[in-house]
Nanobody
Framework: QVQLVESGGGSVEAGGSLTLSCTAS???????MGWVRQAPGQSREAVAA???????YYADSVRNRFTISRDGAKNTVYLQMNSLKPEDTGTYYC????????????????????WGQGTQVTVSS
């Protein structure tokens, strides 16, 4: 399994921005990297995932507000979060997998085999 370390969570007011970072111990261009969040009392929700620069998934709830990107040279994936809403509050997990079929990465899966420790994002109204 890949080791993942997240950073960048925090507390902001609604309308604010945060950038999350996740550095992986290994990198492969075939590796699906994603962000999954979990609010208290709710199940995990896939927020965004990236396989290639053209292969990106966004949940409808974050589309046009969040941007996922990756830097292969740094083994790092980023999640730029703008126009944050109180409903974006939760623990954000970085996740990784090497799917047999790349489409797996682009359909909102949460069944990754490698997970980070999670970083808290709190958005106040």
């Amino acid at each position: 399994q890949v080791q993942l370390v997240e950073s960048g969570g925090g507390s902001v007011e609604a309308g604010g921005s945060l950038t999350l970072s996740c550095t992986a111990s290994e990198y492969s261009k075939y590796q699906c990297m994603g962000w999954v969040r979990q609010a208290p009392g709710q199940s995990r929700e896939a927020v965004a995932a990236i396989l290639t620069d053209d292969g990106i998934y966004y949940a409808d709830s974050v589309r046009n507000r969040f941007t996922i990107s990756r830097d292969g040279a740094k083994n790092t994936v980023y999640l730029q979060m703008n126009s944050l809403k109180p409903e974006d509050t939760g623990t954000y997990y970085c996740a990784a997998d090497l799917p047999f079929d790349g489409v797996w990465c682009l359909v909102g899966n949460t069944r990754y085999n490698s997970w980070g420790q999670g970083t808290q994002v709190t958005v106040s109204s």
